[in-house]
């Protein structure tokens, strides 16, 4: 998979660290955003702490030349975590799983998205900032994993997306992004 567009210098992939409030609030406000189960925190604080769950930090660097491309107005107003290599611009999550870990409740993890062995890992959760679109970062993020999961020992990556009823298929965004990674969307039923 490849992309037209590189992101920006800077731009990496950061483990989150949810014991501290700072970060579970800053994963909660992008949940919301998005529309997905908004607390999480601790539950992905225990698969995490199990091995099972690894979330990610999409990241640039806050003062980067690359960001006056964005078009983020409020750049200044969003979020930084800190790390002991500087501070992040976090714009944006995404996992890498050991287990399918369905965001309905009452779901039952689909069999055979990932292995007990370690050898197929599952992406189950991708988001990025409704004004970070556009530029290529999801792909390479989803990349990055990629490359991290064949280091593990991972010869396959799947990802796990929600059907089609719990999306508007209608909504141009959903098929623009479609359209970009060269993907047909079906209609809505």
């Not at 800053?26 to 955003?33: E, G, K, N, S």
């Not at 930090?57 to 107003?77: G, Q, T």
């Not at 409740?105 to 991708?126: A, F, K, N, Q, W």
Request: hydrophobic share 40%.
């Amino acid at each position: 998979m490849t992309h037209s567009k590189p992101p920006p210098p800077g731009a990496c992939l950061i483990p989150m660290n949810l014991d501290g409030p700072h970060e579970c609030a800053i994963l909660r406000a992008q949940r919301v955003i998005c529309g997905w189960k908004i607390e999480i925190a601790q539950k992905v604080r225990k698969q995490m702490a199990e091995g099972q769950r690894t979330l990610y930090w999409i990241c640039l660097p806050p003062n980067s030349e690359a960001l006056s491309a964005y078009s983020a107005p409020d750049i200044a107003e969003l979020p930084t975590i800190t790390r002991e290599q500087g501070v992040y611009l976090p714009i944006g999550h995404i996992s890498l799983d050991k287990q399918d870990w369905p965001e309905v409740e009452g779901m039952e993890p689909e069999v055979g998205l990932t292995s007990p062995d370690g050898s197929v890992l599952t992406i189950t959760t991708l988001f990025v900032l409704p004004e970070f679109r556009k530029y290529g970062i999801a792909t390479w993020a989803m990349l990055q994993l990629e490359m991290e999961a064949k280091e593990a020992g991972a010869h396959t990556v799947t990802i796990n997306t929600l059907s089609d009823k719990y999306f508007d298929a209608s909504n141009p965004d959903m098929a623009a992004m479609w359209k970009s990674i060269g993907r047909p969307m079906r209609p809505s039923s």
